[in-house]
Nanobody, 125 residues
Framework: QLQLVESGGGLVQPGGSLRLSCAAS????????IGWFRQAPGKEREAVSC????????NYADSVKGRFTISKDNAKHTVYLQMNSLKPEDTAVYYC???????WGPGCDRAYEYWGQGTQVTVSS
């Protein structure tokens, strides 16, 4: 069974850091583009960041540029989202998603095939 499992969420104070993980089981990430998304209560889901299958191309939403870093370890079948300088407006459920790579371009809105169950990130003092 093909699955993505997120972990690493939690409660953190403004200015703090968290590292989210997205682990794949049942398939290898070598040929997959991975995206991170988030959805806050009452808001639409938005793309946060994405990384190419080879891990050499990345896109970020303007709201997280310079604060978040996406990385990929194909050997561990895991994608990470390092989140620094967190703000209350980063509070949301964060999801990772995967799709077979068909090339690279701007943005992160693509036809993802697999989704994780999400992990809650709360930024509050």
């Amino acid at each position: 069974q093909l699955q993505l499992v997120e972990s690493g969420g939690g409660l953190v104070q403004p200015g703090g850091s968290l590292r989210l993980s997205c682990a794949a089981s049942g398939f290898t990430l070598d040929y997959y583009t991975i995206g991170w998304f988030r959805q806050a209560p009452g808001k639409e889901r938005e793309a946060v960041s994405c990384i190419s299958s080879a891990g050499n191309s990345r896109n970020y939403a303007d709201s997280v540029k310079g604060r978040f870093t996406i990385s990929k370890d194909n050997a561990k079948h895991t994608v990470y989202l390092q989140m620094n300088s967190l703000k209350p407006e980063d509070t949301a459920v964060y999801y990772c998603a995967a799709m077979l790579s068909v090339g690279w371009g701007p943005g992160c809105d693509r036809a993802y095939e697999y989704w994780g169950q999400g992990t809650q990130v709360t930024v509050s003092s």
